[in-house]
Nanobody, 120 residues
């Protein structure tokens, strides 16, 4: 099992930047695919960015060119650098870890979430 703790959220003005961090513990971090999801009030949780154990990345269309996901396996941490923030980026951001085991079992773990209000 892996435990996830997010940090770095907080109030930010439109056009500003934040870097979210997600520290993992309890398992071999480098084997996990990691993702950042967000859930805005009244909306479903959506994938924002993901990075595989091999380092491949993908992004939700609305954040391409503004957000960057990265990982530091030596620090067991995944990051989300968010630039040029917009009002519509306001949400609770969740870190996610997934791993597909050889027996086809898929394991998922979630952090507790960190709030990112974008407001002037």
């Amino acid at each position: 099992q892996v435990q996830l703790v997010e940090s770095g959220g907080g109030l930010v003005q439109p056009g500003g930047s934040l870097r979210l961090s997600c520290a993992a513990s309890g398992s071999i971090f480098s084997l996990y695919d990691m993702g950042w999801y967000r859930q805005a009030p009244g909306k479903e949780r959506e994938l924002v960015a993901a990075i595989t154990s091999g380092g491949s990345t993908n992004y939700e269309d609305s954040v391409k060119g503004r957000f960057t996901i990265s990982r530091d396996n030596a620090k067991n941490t995944v990051y989300l650098q968010m630039n040029t923030l917009k009002f519509e980026d306001t949400a609770v951001y969740y870190c996610n870890a997934e791993r597909l085991f050889p027996d086809a079992t898929r394991y998922k773990s979630w952090g507790q979430g960190t709030q990112v209000p974008v407001s002037s």
